[in-house]
């Protein structure tokens, strides 16, 4: 009897492919930029934002969705920074795909908003494989992750445009070589930027600020 073979996860990811296209293209036509953050749990994404959304609130209107598992805790403490939030629960999916970044950016509501954040739930694998129709996506690896992530985790390195090496105040009690993160990171993708910094001192967030300024008035075609 004849049957038909479905590969399943690669239809799945072209469907989610297009649709990310799609929603791309209608925030660009919007002027609305839109920033995918991922990382590890406690690689220091909140803490990061928390310091990065009134630098940039100074010049963009600014809102964030925060993604996870069931929870609402990071959203709570976003919240704070007067930008506008909303908590995406994902009922026990370890990724946002386009559709439910679609689904969350209705409810947050892209009216007033130049920059949406996504704070994408915490893993290095799945949030890696699909694209949620980002302008651009960024990573945080924090020094007591090791160095060797890209080596373990080369998707997550190749699909990002910028890595925030989070936590540089901690080098000193780490066996973390700078110079090799970035050198395998580079190696999984020529265009990464990377910025060493530390959110809780606030080392080396001038530059990664800066970059982000950039690409949203990129977007913006300012």
Known sequence: MAFQVIEIKKSVLDSNDREAAVLRGQLKEKGVFLLNLMSSPGSGKTTTLMKTIPELAKKWRVGVM?????????????????????????????????AMTRQGLDALGTDGLDLVILENVGNLV??????????????????????????KYPLMFSVCDALLVNKIDALPMFDFDMDAVRQRA???????????????????????YQWLDNEIRAWKNL
């Open 186 to 208: 580079l190696q999984r993708n020529p265009d990464i930027q990377v910025f060493p910094l530390s959110a809780k001192t606030g080392e080396g967030m001038d530059a990664w």
């Open 126 to 151: 799945c949030p890696a494989e699909f694209d949620t129709g980002a302008s651009k996506s960024v990573m945080i690896l924090s020094v007591p992750e090791g160095d060797d992530k890209p080596l």
């Open 66 to 98: 925060e993604a996870d598992i069931d929870s609402d805790v990071d959203a709570h403490t976003i919240s704070a920074t007067g930008a506008r939030v909303i908590q995406l629960h994902t009922g026990g999916m370890c990724h946002l795909d386009a």
